[in-house]
């Protein structure tokens, strides 16, 4: 279930410049072991991967790269974590992009408010993502855009985000505020809530600033993401006359991408996988 976050008070001052997190996890969060029997682990032949430090206003923020290991520049995927932070999934799944020939960054979006790899109960992990402006966090992506930029390996003119949970979010607000933005898929991310200072507005609010194609990913069974929410989405986004879809798999639960934890679906990852591949060449970003 997602986390309602937007209900919490934030506990830190968001515009404080030292950096919680300089490092990214080692392998998965506390909070989500042990990991399923079927978990993916996508190997590095032929690709580049690893961590990296990516130059913000206030300093820098560690992230995972991945990316072919020759030819360039690439298209660029932004990927935006779960509520977990860029630990082993996210990390494999800039592997997976690699893979498939894109230049793919997952930037950690809590340096500053705290590490939650290391919490093991979930209402502490909550307690630190509610400290997370969304203002930073579009300020954040749009640094790893500019570093994946002058890197030389990425044609950022070939920009996609995807993200999960809490990214998924994150990626409808973000194909809101980036212009440059050709595609966005979202996997399974709230799309409304109540507001409060550092979560101005919620996908439903921004429909008709998008400024991209987005393509939800959502679970017919996902119990913190109602049905109603979602066809409220698809119906905003027709009378906005947007490019954008909504997928909504029946009986199918939040999570159902996470291969890592018992929510994984693997029918339905597997097909929404090669949906996301499709979106995203039919948008340009190949």
């Known amino acids: 279930m997602p986390p309602d976050l937007t ?4 506990i830190t001052d968001f515009t404080r410049r030292d950096f919680v997190v300089t490092a990214l996890a080692a392998g998965f969060a506390l909070a989500v072991q042990p990991v399923s029997a079927e978990t993916i682990t996508t190997d590095t032949k032929g690709i580049e991967a690893g961590e990296v430090k990516i130059p913000v206003g206030d300093g820098e923020i560690p992230g995972y790269r991945a990316m072919p290991a020759k030819g360039g520049p690439f298209p660029t995927v932004l990927v935006v974590q779960e509520i977990f932070g860029v630990h082993e999934h996210i990390k494999d799944i800039c592997r997976r992009f690699a893979k498939l020939g894109y230049f793919a960054v997952a930037p950690e979006l809590y340096a500053r408010q705290g590490d939650v790899s290391k919490l093991t109960e979930f209402n502490e992990i909550l307690k630190i993502v509610a400290t997370v402006p969304d203002k930073q966090v579009m300020s954040d992506l749009d640094a790893a855009v500019a570093w994946a930029k002058k890197s030389g390996k990425a044609d950022t003119e070939k920009l996609a985000v995807t993200g999960f949970c809490w990214g998924g979010r994150i990626v409808w607000l973000y194909s809101a505020h980036n212009a440059g933005v050709k ?3 979202a996997w399974y ?20 600033e998008l400024k991209a194609p987005v393509l939800g990913l959502y679970g017919g069974a996902d119990m913190g993401i109602p049905n109603d929410t979602v066809e409220k989405m698809r119906a905003a986004l027709k009378e906005a006359k947007k490019p954008s879809e909504i997928i909504l ?3 199918t639960p939040h999570g159902f991408y996470a291969d890592y934890r018992p929510s994984y679906r693997k029918e339905q990852a597997d097909e929404a996988w090669k949906k996301l591949q499709e979106w995203f060449k039919k948008n340009g970003v190949s």
């Open 183 to 185: 595609a966005g898929v």
């Open 7 to 10: 209900r919490l008070q934030p």
């Open 189 to 208: 991310g709230r799309l409304t809530n109540p507001v409060d200072e550092l979560h101005p507005k919620h996908p439903l609010d921004i429909v008709s």
């Open 249 to 251: 798999y029946p009986d």
